[in-house]
């Protein structure tokens, strides 16, 4: 059953939009990149600033932690992508080969190997332990500003200014395994449902789910947002949460498509009208905790909201039979 959120604290402190955010496995801790070209910690429990990182001379717009080495990897518009010993809280390691900013970041859930996506069209994977490419992925003629990695096949999957999705196997030298042409405008957003074989694709024109592992289509969402989707995020419980630019943040029941919450972030004081923007959002580990990272330079954090009943969101809502599936 879906559930309604909350807000329940704003951080403060960056000094330039909020562009990316990733979590601890351990969920004790999360991190966010900033057009201030830094990255800070906080405690999730408390919400205090941790550390703040410095290295970065662009804003920083792609963030990974590793599940399985104590490494976090970013990446930002100054072309780098680097990889923090979260031990020494240092770079360690630096990965050279975009021409252009990096949009986004993934780490393979399985092998040693990093992703990255940026203006020059072209997604890169590689090696993390000797900072050396392994494939160059080209076909898109636009910005790669998403990008997904699963542990089978298609173990890559893009989005691209250019509307398409691209589906790659890295088992077969990285080779194209299909196009998706479904979205008419630029696709800024994935996301994987962590439980079931799907993922969903976001936008300027709509919100759309896909099979896995060939990628048919299933259908939109049943309503359209009216904003340039910019974050998507899928918990256990199958609650979608997508950000726009226009500050809006709506929850989706991932079964019904329905959307059952519609909020409108509130600027800080400070901050123009015009800054009320989502850029990145993700749920915690445990999918109880909703983070949006805003353009008026905040941290927002949602919970479950305990209050909400059936008559204030229809939790309970069926789409009717006549409804076609696209």
């Known amino acids: 059953m879906a559930c ?7 951080i403060s402190g960056n000094s330039g939009w909020v562009r990316s955010i990733a979590f601890d496995p351990s969920n004790s801790w999360f991190c966010t990149g900033s057009a201030d070209c830094t990255i800070k910690l906080f405690d999730v429990a408390t919400g205090r600033q941790k550390l703040t990182l410095t290295g970065h001379t662009g804003q920083v717009r792609g963030l990974a932690v590793s599940t399985r080495h104590p490494y976090m990897f ?15 809280n240092k770079v360690i390691r630096s990965y050279h080969g975009h021409l252009s900013g990096v949009y986004c970041l993934a780490l393979h859930p399985t092998i040693d190997m990093l992703l990255t996506g940026g203006r020059y069209s072209v997604c890169r994977i590689w090696d993390i332990r000797t900072d050396k490419q392994i494939y160059a992925l080209s076909g898109h003629v636009d910005t790669v500003c998403s990008v997904l990695s699963r542990p089978t096949d298609p173990q890559v999957i893009t989005g691209s200014h250019d509307t398409t999705i691209k589906f790659w196997d890295l088992r077969n030298g990285g080779k194209t395994m299909g196009t998706l042409t479904h979205h008419k405008k630029s696709v800024r957003a994935m996301a994987t449902h962590p439980a079931e074989n799907s993922f969903v694709s976001a936008g300027a024109d709509n919100i759309k789910k896909f099979r896995l592992p060939g990628g048919e289509f299933c259908q939109n969402m049943l309503s359209q947002q009216n904003a340039i989707v910019n974050a998507v995020a899928v918990n256990e419980e199958g609650v979608m949460a997508t950000g726009g630019d226009d500050g809006s943040l709506w929850l989706w029941d991932w ?8 909020s409108q972030t509130t600027v800080q004081p400070g901050s123009l009208e015009s800054e009320a923007g989502i850029y990145a959002l993700s749920y915690d580990i445990t999918g109880s905790r909703l983070v949006t990272c805003e353009a008026d330079k905040t941290i927002k954090m949602w919970k479950k909201d305990e209050l909400a009943t059936p ?10 039979k006549d409804v076609r599936r696209f």
């Open 74 to 88: 970013s990446a930002g518009d100054d072309k780098q992508v680097k990889c923090w010993d979260l031990e020494q």
């Open 255 to 262: 079964k019904s498509r329905h959307n059952f919450q519609k």
């Open 4 to 10: 309604s959120l909350e807000k329940y604290r704003v």
């Open 311 to 320: 008559e204030t969101h229809p939790l309970d809502y069926k789409p009717p």
